[in-house]
């Protein structure tokens, strides 16, 4: 490539694996990698020209991702492109760590109708929705209530007379309030209300609720209805609110897959299934961790190592160049362990993502019994790698100094988009609680001798009680550690004297333990998978990273029982930093393995050409606060305090 920064370029030429290679393992193989790449020329090519995301207004921005949403749509129609990942490369580009105003009709607001839905609500609906002539959302959370689904106060009340459902909002709190999409853009909602029919309430259920008139899209009579205002992040999505004054909805119009209320208002439940209208949550919490690697922890991490690469500062020896920040072991100590982290995340997401669909199948066919154990997963999982990004996307910015803060490193939208993952889809504090509760009951389970299986069968495996860590560091010996940690946690956490929330903080604990037993053993079989051996090593290197980092980060849950020695933690911590100048000649090929475009990344202190200082002062520039030259404000407000006597000529 030409002019590419020459440190970087040094980098480049100076690493002892193919990039290429480890690409084609992170994509799933070379056809994957040559299909991603099409699509995303593709992409490139109707989305990367625009205006600067950074110098518009909320209202713009909402505005222009509603022009990027038709576009996108168009794109895949003309492309061809239905495959859900062919899908994702494309609107990658075109929302780069933004939300599609409409990004719940396809994460959540399908998947439910599909999944809870009868055949006849699917052939009704599912149509209309695929062509877009229904935009929905998934409206669960209301003002009062988003953890506690038990707890939600809409109701939807069947009249026998009509045939209808009266959906109504009794409270203030029970307004829906939340729901991406559903201020100024959906017209159609899925809405979870507590049913009542003859005078009873059956708890929870969806409803197909239609917000908006097809003709005007002005909302429906009965219905108040609006954006929530700026948030923390995702200015490009409307997540709104609703209102529901005794609005009528026909009696089909329940999704009664799983439960029915026949015309004369008997509810019938027809199926075993355990919380079934909770089902689309553990599909959003199952796909996330995946999307927590690549929306997160690869690009962070990709940012600030190249950054660090052509950052020069400081003196080192004397009358020496500056040094590569790189090179400043403080600086590798905080970015190694994140780069190998985003590893971790990304191996778990892609075995989360089979594992759901693994189960699913089995749960379409009838068969239940391992909805708990991905239920628990998924939520453990989701917790602790949405804390992990948010935690590591920090870190990333902090290493990049006063750059970092600049919207020009693309920190802030990377982060502000992640970081709302440890709150949607399940308050991370609430998703390892709901973790540890299916750990306890299991571990009650191994302890009366019930043979176990998937990610809880250490619970009923014999664990060592000393540690087999030697200066080889084998990932077996620290896949052990990590079971020993968790099985050790699991026999604490569950006395049956203490009363639950007096538990709770070492039950997250003993969760997040469970959890990242279950990451490290998947990196390491990942590891032993690989053929190519230059690859191979320098993937070992960073699951070891991965490993020894969180020993050490968490020494005395491994001393505290003699698990690992004294001398023991002494080589883990000098292997941690050897391992630092070992990644340190391979740090920016391990992140070019992500293949990221420059358009997705969004940085120009992560920019592939390493060209940071001339495209900063261009970007600064650019900036709409500098034309004019003096702005008539400064004139209107400042000038007199300055040059009293001006005002008066
Ligand atoms: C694509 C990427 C793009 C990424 C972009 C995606 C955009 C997404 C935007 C965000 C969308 C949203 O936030 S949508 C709204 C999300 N909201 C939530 O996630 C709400 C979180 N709260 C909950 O899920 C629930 O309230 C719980 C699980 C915390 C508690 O529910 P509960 O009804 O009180 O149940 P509880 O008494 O605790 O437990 C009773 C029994 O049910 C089981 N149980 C509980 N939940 C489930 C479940 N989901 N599936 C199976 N089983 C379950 C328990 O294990 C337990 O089993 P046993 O022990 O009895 O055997
Ligand atoms: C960006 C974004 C998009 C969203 N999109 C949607 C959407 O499309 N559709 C939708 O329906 N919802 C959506 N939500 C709402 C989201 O699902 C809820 O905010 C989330 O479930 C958390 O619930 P809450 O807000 O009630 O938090 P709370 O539960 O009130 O959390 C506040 C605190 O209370 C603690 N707490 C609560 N319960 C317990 C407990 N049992 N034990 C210990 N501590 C507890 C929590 O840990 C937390 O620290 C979205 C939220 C965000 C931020």
Redesign the pocket.
Known sequence: MANVNPDLRKERENGTFSVEKLTNLLDGGKHVTDRRRHVERLALNEFSKGEDYNFMSRKERYISALHKTERALRCCKEYGLTKPDEVYWLWQLAFPHEASPIQ?HGD?FLPTLTRQGTEEQVNKYLPLAEKYQIIG?????EMG????IRGLETTATYDPQTEEFILHSPTLTSL?W???GLGKTSNYAIVMALLYTNGKNYGMHPFMVQLRSHETHEPLPGITIGDIGP?FG?DTID?GFVQFDHFRIPREDMLMKYSQVLKDGTYVKSTKLKKSSYGVMVLVRSMLIYYLAIQGLAPACTIAIRYSAVRRQSEQTKSQLEPQILDYQTQQYKLFPILASAYAVLFTGVKMKEIYYEVDNEIQQGHTERLPELHALSSGLKALTSSMASWCIERCRLACGGHGYSAASGFPKIYVAVT?AC????????ML?QCARYLIKTYQGASNGKKLSGSVSYLSDKVNSRSTITSEFSLKSLVDAFKHRAFRFQACGSDPEDSWNRN?VVLTKAAEAHCYYYMVSVFESVVEAVEDDAVKRVVGQLCQLFALFAIHENAGDFVQDGFISNDQMELVKWKELSLLSDIRRNAVLLVDAFDFHDEFIGSILGRFDGNVYANLFEWAKSSPLNKPEVQESYIKYLQPLLNPNKSKL
């Open positions: 719940l959540m959302t998934y409206a669960q959370t209530h988003g953890t506690f829906k939340w729901p991406g948030k995702f997540n709302a709150t949607y889809e399940g308050e991370n504090t609430v609680l709770s």
